[in-house]
């Protein structure tokens, strides 16, 4: 993926209840033709919402600041809110945390746990309340592919990997194509996917079928405090946790938080690996294509497969256009990826 160019200003969000400023940009990518092409999103949609948590309960967060809000105006409904919304706490201990967003009051957001809890949430921790990007978001009309002819000749799709799966070197979840007026999903005929969610913190790819390139740019607004993701591990055997950090910026091994977070673990020797981490060279053409590197941490320092015992810790690793896969050893306990603002 190739950048061109990174615009900085500022915007900020209708509805809050004290003024919030974040900075925004766009970048520009290139997308090979007759190619996987690996895409991270390294922007946010603006927030629509601001508040403070003035109370925690199951999955619920009472929440004040600005006017009330409509009963369930967070959440989806097709043909009359296009969006999905999650919140995202901004400061405290959860800090760079996320929960899609099931049900509101006037006052409350009701959250999705995913297996999580809201433990560590403290009363006066902010929260913004944070659209996702969807497909026709992110790429109205079929923005930045090759727009298909046919169902069955699809010239672009999308591939989202499979988050939820078990292992190692899973298969795509799910394929989508532009065709028509509207995105539609491979295996659901002709139905409207255009509100189809996309994970801020984890890869997509763009295989194109043809051999032209295209471009694709993508704005937003910029994440100004941490990031924590969740980091599956499988007790019985190894695991990939797909990820795609959410910067706008290069970041190194050495800042990345990996290690200090405890979701990757140091490796007792070469030869035998605990963690690695699998990163994708967009500037090689191809489908299916292994990753490009492995690195791993051993003796106090990142080290690349391959490379001997080369200290590669400050080399900028991560960041816009990398995809990355987090492989854990088989051992038990899931833990997080806590990813600091380092710009």
């Known amino acids: 993926m190739v950048l061109y160019g990174t615009g900085v200003g500022t915007s900020s969000a209708w509805g809050a209840p004290f003024e919030v400023v974040a900075p925004a940009g766009f970048q520009r990518f290139s997308l090979q033709g007759n190619s996987d092409n690996f895409v991270t999103l390294p922007f946010f949609r603006p927030a629509v919402a601001y508040g403070k948590v003035t109370g925690i309960g199951g999955n619920t967060l009472a929440v004040s600041g600005g006017t009330a809000w409509n009963a369930d105006e967070f959440v989806y409904s097709a043909g009359i809110q296009s969006n999905t919304y999650f919140v995202l706490l901004t400061s405290g201990q959860r800090q760079g945390r996320y929960f899609t967003i099931l049900g509101n009051t006037e006052d409350t957001l009701m959250v999705d746990l995913n297996d999580d809890t809201l433990g560590g949430i403290s009363v006066g921790d902010s929260i913004a309340v944070v659209p996702y990007w969807?497909?026709?978001?992110?790429?109205?009309g079929g923005k930045g592919i090759h727009v298909s002819t046919s169902p069955?000749?699809?010239?672009?799709?999308?591939?989202?990997?499979?988050?939820?799966?078990?292992?190692?070197?899973?298969?795509?979840?799910?394929?989508?194509?532009?065709?028509?007026?509207?995105?539609?999903?491979?295996?659901?005929?002709?139905?409207?996917?255009?509100?189809?969610?996309?994970?801020?913190?984890?890869?997509?790819?763009?295989?194109?079928?043809?051999?032209?390139a295209t471009s694709l740019t993508l704005s937003g607004?910029?994440?100004?405090?941490?990031?924590?993701?969740?980091?599956?591990?499988?007790?019985?055997?190894?695991?990939?946790?797909?990820?795609?950090?959410?910067?706008?910026?290069?970041?190194?091994?050495?800042?990345?938080?990996?290690?200090?977070?405890?979701?990757?673990?140091?490796?007792?020797?070469?030869?035998?690996?605990?963690?690695?981490?699998?990163?994708?060279?967009?500037?090689?053409?191809?489908?299916?294509?292994?990753?490009?590197?492995?690195?791993?941490h051993y003796n106090g320092a990142w080290r690349k497969f391959g490379a001997g015992l080369t200290d590669v810790g400050n080399l900028p690793i991560l960041g816009p256009g990398v995809a990355a896969i987090i492989r854990k050893g088989a051992y038990a306990g899931d833990c997080f990826w806590k990813n600091e603002i380092t710009f």
């Open 134 to 140: 969807t497909l026709s978001t992110l790429m109205p």
């Open 221 to 296: 607004e910029v994440l100004n405090s941490s990031w924590t993701m969740p980091v599956t591990v499988n007790s019985v055997a190894k695991q990939d946790n797909f990820i795609g950090l959410p910067r706008p910026v290069m970041t190194s091994l050495n800042n990345s938080g990996l290690i200090e977070s405890g979701a990757f673990q140091s490796s007792s020797s070469p030869l035998f690996r605990v963690d690695e981490l699998l990163v994708f060279d967009n500037a090689v053409i191809g489908k299916n294509r292994s990753a490009s590197a492995t690195y791993y």
């Open 152 to 212: 069955l000749i699809r010239k672009s799709e999308i591939l989202f990997v499979n988050v939820d799966g078990i292992g190692i070197n899973r298969s795509a979840s799910k394929t989508f194509f532009y065709y028509g007026d509207s995105w539609k999903q491979f295996g659901q005929g002709l139905a409207n996917k255009n509100d189809e969610v996309l994970l801020p913190d984890v890869y997509f790819i763009v295989r194109h079928n043809i051999s032209t």
